[in-house]
């Protein structure tokens, strides 16, 4: 049973056009995560959510949003890409903030043409 | 800085071999982490430890946190086709939320 589901899973946009990507999770977590991953990389936090506050990573660039409806949903918004932000997203929930296991989705492949 | 090493790199075996990779990092962590990411998938979690010295199985999987609390391992005994990809460790400080990532190591299986 899928825990973290993120859609779609491959996503192409063209160059300055904002996306939209989604999270959602079944684990009723309090805490959901962003991150960005290259190829042959690790994955590379931009922000989080516990429950509703909004924690952003200091290098995180202004081009990339975040909204949190409820506690099931995540989105990941980038207002106008660019060719270096074609990567992997990735969506993870943990229940607790501090130090506990997060659980990875299967990931969004973004193409930037 | 904080720095995560892990090693080796990359691993290329034969069938039926057994693996061991391992992670060191320059200060403690309270958490090790060992996730398994295949191509185009996010990280599966295989194993996690939370206490000095726990020792850890997961079917053919083993990881370790270490006694001194800088270092882990993982080994894969009798190594199969699909235990390709590639292994992550990662950690979390007492003071820290973030996942501390190592680089990863990549498991090939010679045909």
């Known amino acids: 049973d899928a825990m973290v589901i993120q859609n779609p899973r491959y996503q192409v946009t063209q160059f300055g056009k904002p996306v939209t990507l989604s999270c959602s999770q079944t684990?009723?977590?309090?805490?959901m995560y962003w991150y960005q991953q290259k190829s042959s990389q690790a994955p590379k936090l931009l922000f989080h959510?516990?429950?509703?506050?909004?924690?952003n990573e200091a290098d995180t660039p202004d081009n990339f949003q975040s909204r949190r409806p409820n506690t099931s949903f995540c989105f990941l918004d980038i207002r106008s890409p660019g060719l270096g932000d074609a990567a992997m997203y990735l969506c993870?929930?943990?229940?607790?903030?501090?130090?506990?296991?997060?659980?990875f989705g299967p990931g969004t492949r973004l193409t930037v043409l | 800085g904080q720095q995560l090493n892990q090693s080796p790199q990359s691993m290329f075996i034969q069938e039926g071999e057994d693996v061991s990779m391992n992670c060191t990092f320059s200060?403690?962590?309270?958490?090790w982490l060992w996730y398994k990411q295949d191509p185009g998938e996010g990280p599966v979690l295989l194993i996690a430890?939370?206490?000095a010295g726990e020792l850890t199985s997961n079917g053919r999987l083993t990881a370790q946190f270490g006694i001194t609390r800088k270092d882990s391992f993982l080994n894969i005994s009798a190594s199969i086709p699909s235990d390709v990809g590639i292994y992550f460790c990662?950690?979390?400080?007492?003071?820290?939320?973030?996942?501390?990532w190592g680089a990863g190591t990549k498991l090939i299986i010679k045909p």
């Open positions: 993870a929930t943990s229940r607790l903030q501090g130090v506990d296991t997060q659980y």
């Open positions: 684990l009723n977590h309090n805490v």
């Open positions: 959510y516990y429950d509703k506050d909004f924690n």
């Open positions: 200060s403690i962590f309270n958490t």
């Open positions: 430890l939370y206490k």
């Open positions: 990662a950690g979390q400080t007492d003071s820290n939320y973030q996942l501390i």
